[in-house]
């Protein structure tokens, strides 16, 4: 099992950065496949980003948001830019075995070990 603890979240006005960071533990994390998730208020969880030796990215964050890993830290990061509201909500780190046959998935359901959350609150 992985253990994931999620750092960064925030209070910041809208147009304005941020970035999260998980740390990993329990696992080799070069094996992992590590995303992060994101859920609003009433809303289902959506994917944000994932990466293994690729990123992917979804529509909603895509050339705002980068995801970035340091294999040495066994760490994960999410640079948040021109963040709007409605990017309110709590962030999640996640992670997979990686599997070389695999594309990067956007499920949740297939991710195995979370952390407990981030809150990243935009205002307008």
């Known amino acids: 099992q992985v253990q994931l603890v999620e750092s960064g979240g925030g209070l910041v006005q809208a147009g304005g950065s941020l970035r999260l960071s998980c740390a990993a533990s329990?696992?080799?994390?070069?094996?992992?496949?590590m995303a992060w998730f994101r859920q609003a208020p009433g809303k289902t969880r959506e994917f944000v980003a994932a990466?293994?030796?690729?990123?992917r990215y979804g529509d909603s964050v895509r050339g705002r948001f980068t995801i970035s890993r340091d294999n040495a830290k066994n760490t994960v990061n999410l640079q948040m830019n021109s963040l709007k509201p409605e990017d309110t909500a709590v962030y999640y780190c996640?992670?997979?075995?990686?599997?070389?046959?695999?594309?990067?998935?956007?499920?949740?359901?297939?991710?195995?070990?979370w952390g407990q959350g981030t809150q990243v609150t935009v205002s307008s």
């Open positions: 990466i293994t030796w690729a990123t």
């Open positions: 996640a992670a997979r075995l990686y599997r070389p046959s695999d594309t990067i998935s956007s499920q949740a359901e297939d991710y195995v070990d």
């Open positions: 329990g696992r080799t994390f070069t094996t992992l496949t």
